[in-house]
T-cell receptor, first 116, second 115 residues
Framework: DAGITQSPRHKVTETGTPVTLRCHQT?????MYWYRQDPGHGLRLIHY???????DKGEVSDGYSVSRSKTEDFLLTLESATSSQTSVYFC???????????????FGPGTRLTVL | AQSVAQPEDQVNVAEGNPLTVKCTYS??????LFWYVQYPNRGLQFLLK??????LVKGSYGFEAEFNKSQTSFHLKKPSALVSDSALYFC?????????????FGTGTRLTVIP
């Protein structure tokens, strides 16, 4: 999975508790992304980062925050988890576009989160 | 606005037959287009991309896709399906003129290759 790890791989938590998911890359890629995958919706972007301490919102950012203090790590935090945030979360990375204009994203193995 | 449609939730094909997984897109400018595959309990794996140039793009595992600008389509094809091709396939798009670097994904098509 292209030098990307996610932790934890599985988590069960209760409504109202804070949760932090970690994405770690060894590729030194500039861009990092957090997606959630739900049946019937495909993948939807939550937040992304275009550099250390540079982040922006995606399509479904409500209830989520992110931080990137180092190139290799991108954290996703659910401040107060809700049952609607039960999902599979994927981290992705991509390199600076260069002359091609765009580089594909590479995905981590995913984290299955269940909020009871 | 950018969007991707995969009109078929499920595609079944017999082993050895050609397969097609359909994708249409909507962007305001010219697109970057991608296909990814997901095997059970795994992340998405990149298959191929269209950036510019030849409309027929060849990718991993014998897959190819044809970019058709007039029909705004980017269908995934393979001449002879294998049982091991059974997986969930996602089409994704990015508008070249968009400021952000993120992709928009379709809802996925589950391909089942029948032995």
């Amino acid at each position: 999975d292209a030098g990307i790890t996610q932790s934890p791989r599985h988590k069960v938590t209760e409504t109202g508790t804070p949760v932090t998911l970690r994405c770690h890359q060894t590729e030194n890629h500039r861009y990092m992304y957090w997606y959630r995958q739900d049946p019937g919706h495909g993948l939807r972007l939550i937040h992304y980062s275009y550099g250390v301490k540079d982040t922006d919102k995606g399509e479904v950012s409500d209830g989520y925050s992110v931080s990137r203090s180092k190139t290799e790590d991108f954290l996703l935090t659910l401040e107060s988890a809700t049952s609607s945030q039960t999902s599979v979360y994927f981290c992705a990375i991509s390199d600076f576009p260069g002359t091609s204009g765009y580089n594909e994203q590479f995905f981590g193995p995913g984290t299955r989160l269940t909020v009871l | 606005a950018q969007s991707v449609a995969q009109p078929e939730d499920q595609v079944n094909v017999a082993e050895g037959n050609p397969l097609t997984v359909k994708c249409t897109y909507s962007v305001s400018g010219n697109p970057y287009l991608f296909w990814y595959v997901q095997y059970p309990n795994r992340g998405l794996q990149f298959l191929l991309k269209y950036i510019t140039g030849d409309n027929l793009v060849k990718g991993s595992y014998g897959f190819e896709a044809e970019f058709n600008k007039s029909q705004t389509s980017f269908h995934l094809k393979k001449p002879s399906a294998l049982v091991s091709d059974s997986a969930l396939y996602f089409c994704a798009v990015r508008d070249r003129t968009a400021g952000a670097n993120n992709l928009f994904f379709g809802t996925g098509t589950r391909l089942t290759v029948i032995p």
